[in-house]
Structures are given as C-alpha cells and as structure tokens.
T-cell receptor, first 117, second 117 residues
Framework: DGGITQSPKYLFRKEGQNVTLSCEQNLNHDAMYWYRQDPGQGLRLIYYSQIVNDFQKGDIAEGYSVSREKKESFPLTVTSAQKNPTAFYLC????????????????FGDGTRLSIL | AQSVTQLDSHVSVSEGTPVLLRCNYSSSYSPSLFWYVQHPNKGLQLLLKYTSAATLVKGINGFEAEFKKSETSFHLTKPSAHMSDAAEYFCVVSDPVFQGGNEKLTFGTGTRLTIIP
C-alpha cells in the first residue's frame, strides 16, 4: 500500500541537542510538507518542498532545517535553536506543482510526538 | 489573505443523531475547501473537498458539506452519528493565489466531536 511513513512515533530531546524526524513516501508525489501541531491550534507550516533539491520556508521555519535529496524522503531537523520544540509533527505530500495544485489533497503520515527531557 | 474559522471548539452529540460542524472562510478568490479528520495520535485523513464543481459535496463515512458562497460557509454534516466518528475535525481553505510557487493551505483550529452512547 502506498503511503507516508514517519519515524519515530515518539522522540525525546535533551537540551542543546539536534534531533531529526524521518518522513518517507512511496506515492511518487513531488511535493512534501512539514507541519507542527500544538493543542487547540490548527496545523502550522514549517517547510515545504516542491521538487528534489528545493525547499521553501513556511510560516514557522525558525529553529528547523530540512533537506530534499531524494523524491521520497524529506527529513526535518529540530535544532537547539528551537526553544519550544514540544509538539506533534506531521509530514504530508501531494502530487505537486503544475496547474491548480490547491485542489490536490495532501496525504498525511501518522506523526511524530516530540518532547523535551 | 485567507482565513478559516471553526465556530465550535467542541461538539457533543448522541449516537444516531445528526452532526453539524460549522466552518466559515475568508478568501479573496474562489477557494478550494477541505474537511479532514484526525483520530488520536494519528495523521489527518481527507473527508471531502470542494473545488468549484457541485456545491454539495459528498465524502467518506456518510459525511457531506455544502459550499455557500453568500454565507462564506462550508459546514460539515452527517445524518446519524456513529461512535467511530469521535475525532478532531479540521476545515481547510486553499487560496489559488500562488505564494512562492505553491498554493498555501490554511487550517482551522479544529472541532473535537464527542459521541454520547
């Protein structure tokens, strides 16, 4: 079955530590996204990538970094500069750019819950 | 600028009774609109989408939504609630104005649906 796999499901970060969240998709989608979800809030866009070797900042990119070396993979690094990293992180993908992409739904992984030790 | 307002943070209904989750949007253009559902510690699953075709949109699991341009609303309904419908529901708007080469999704803050046995 095609889908999006996020790992790990739970992750703990120590002070001053960088951690990397994995996101892999086998849907052959060009576009991939990272969102942060906090209680009582909607999803907020961290970074997105429309194509391999290209990515753009979203609304809350500070303290995060990404790479897109392969079409199927879009890892997110939460750096020590992110002072409030505790949240639920969701990765998504969609078919991609070209035409009216807004009506292409995004497919989501099951998320990674990040906490501070 | 686009925005979406989910009018109720929490809705409780008895099993077998109708469900109404309210959503109002603001967009400068003709938007695409989506409803997603999220079960605990899971990613988001698409329920239905509106993309300027029929104003009454049917989705999965018996849900439907009606796009009303005059009221800028996109309320989600279901005739008879089931225990498995208990979850968080998100209304999402996509504006056709490209931002950095890609359309941006704006998420509502969510409505938690509780089903009373």
């Amino acid at each position: 079955d095609g889908g999006i796999t996020q790992s790990p499901k739970y992750l703990f970060r120590k002070e001053g530590q960088n951690v990397t969240l994995s996101c892999e998709q086998n849907l052959n989608h060009d576009a991939m996204y990272w969102y942060r979800q906090d209680p009582g809030q909607g999803l907020r866009l961290i970074y997105y990538s429309q194509i391999v070797n290209d990515f753009q900042k979203g609304d809350i990119a500070e303290g995060y970094s990404v790479s897109r070396e392969k079409k199927e993979s879009f890892p997110l690094t939460v750096t020590s500069a992110q002072k409030n990293p505790t949240a639920f992180y969701l990765c998504a993908s969609s078919i991609g750019i070209g035409g009216r992409v807004g009506n292409q739904p995004q497919h989501f992984g099951d998320g990674t819950r990040l906490s501070i030790l | 600028a686009q925005s979406v307002t989910q009018l109720d943070s929490h809705v409780s209904v008895s099993e077998g009774t109708p469900v109404l989750l309210r959503c109002n949007y603001s967009s400068s253009y003709s938007p695409s609109l989506f409803w997603y559902v999220q079960h605990p510690n899971k990613g988001l699953q698409l329920l239905l989408k509106y993309t300027s075709a029929a104003t009454l949109v049917k989705g999965i699991n018996g849900f439907e939504a009606e796009f009303k341009k005059s009221e800028t609303s996109f309320h989600l309904t279901k005739p008879s609630a089931h225990m498995s419908d208990a979850a968080e529901y998100f209304c999402v708007v996509s504006d056709p104005v490209f931002q950095g080469g890609n359309e941006k999704l704006t998420f509502g803050t969510g409505t938690r649906l509780t089903i009373i046995p």
